[in-house]
């Protein structure tokens, strides 16, 4: 543990990406598709982009810090959020300040451009928080851990670069497992990151997932990934909204890891046209039994749904299924 001569901060600072746009040649443009980057694993994926030839990312971000703590502790002043972008194999270096929302300084964004020419592999974001502390400019009370990785040419955004997706016996594996031997997954959220069981005794499901074949085993396997990726989506949710810690007037924290971007990302959709503070609230007050919890499990449903492209997928299934049979009676 790193000692510090002066005070920081001891809450949490976090950083979601909220946006990728490309720019490549001839001024064309992009905008990255939300399936390119992760709120959970906290990477961007820019390996499959539709414009090849782009030359520019310019990435959304969203900084929050714990705003209550600095007004209360009075500890710090001449408060700035700075985000840095980093690539250790070139060496580049790019920083810029985010600016605060215009309700509180809760909330800072700003956007920061990644040159592909500058980038070979991955880079990562971090987000710093700086004041003066004792009549002393430019320190450091507080930064993301982890922060954001950008990787040029990953296809998925994964940190470990393999997919979490484990195959297991439910039959025969743990016994937790055995009362869903009929299920063909489960969503792990036990441990320090979501893990997908895969159910090994579900016929045909493990060579389906990963099927190479004909193009109805690839409809099939696209609608199954959309699936189990809106399974992902909802567990994560009713994970990070099972256990926040709750201020002394009733306020619900959002939790600082996964978690926390998790319901940033999701509620939005969930309580539609209110801040998120405000949604968090809501939702927390209805889980505990001020409202009705039940009435939101369609939203929670359909903000899954969206995230995973379910809807995206279902319509190129029904295009393809069309097609095929075009072709069959042809």
């Known amino acids: 543990m790193r000692v510090y001569p002066y005070p920081r901060l001891t809450g949490a600072v976090t950083a979601r990406v909220t946006a990728v746009r490309l720019r490549g040649s001839g001024d064309a443009r992009e905008q990255l598709d939300t399936k390119r980057y992760s709120v959970v694993e906290q990477v961007v994926a820019l390996g499959m982009a539709e414009l090849d030839d782009w030359r520019t990312a310019r990435l959304s971000l969203t900084a929050t810090v714990p705003a209550r703590e600095i ?62 502390v004792g009549g002393i400019a430019g320190r450091i009370i507080a930064s993301t851990d982890p922060g954001w990785l950008i990787d040029v040419t990953a296809d998925v955004p994964l940190k470990d670069r393999e997919l979490d997706v484990t195959t297991v016996s439910f039959a025969r594996g743990a016994e937790w497992l055995r ?22 005794d579900f016929e045909g499901l493990v060579a389906l ?10 409809v099939v396997s696209e609608m199954l990934l959309a699936q189990m990726c809106a399974d992902v989506w909802t567990a994560v949710f009713h994970t990070a909204i099972g256990d926040l ?4 007037d009733g306020t619900p924290l959002f939790p600082p890891d996964w978690r926390g971007a998790v319901l940033r990302e999701m509620l ?3 309580v539609p046209g209110r801040s998120v503070e405000d949604a968090l609230r809501e939702v927390h007050l ?40 075009q072709e069959t009676h042809a």
Do not use: C
């Not at 880079?123 to 004041?131: E, F, P």
């Not at 009362?179 to 090994?200: C, K």
């Not at 997932?209 to 690839?218: D, I, P, T, Y």
């Open 179 to 200: 009362s869903f031997r009929d299920a063909p997954w489960i969503v792990d959220t036990s441990g320090r990151m979501p893990t997908v069981r895969l159910n090994s």
């Open 71 to 132: 007004e209360t502790k009075g500890h710090w002043s001449d408060i700035s959020v700075v985000a840095v972008l980093t690539e250790g194999a070139t060496n580049a270096r790019t920083a810029v300040r985010l600016q605060p929302g215009a309700e509180d300084s809760r909330e800072w964004t700003g956007e920061i451009d990644l040159d592909r020419d500058d980038h070979v592999d991955r880079a990562s974001i971090d987000v710093h928080v700086v004041a003066t």
């Open 286 to 325: 209805r889980r505990t039994g001020e409202g009705s919890w039940t009435d939101l499990q369609p939203r929670i449903q359909y903000a899954a749904a969206r995230r995973a492209d379910v809807p995206k997928a279902l319509a190129a299934a029904v295009r393809d299924i069309e097609r095929l049979d």
């Open 268 to 270: 939005p959709d969930v």
């Open 209 to 218: 997932m990963g099927a190479q074949g004909s193009k109805v085993e690839s």
């Open 245 to 248: 810690e709750v201020e002394d």
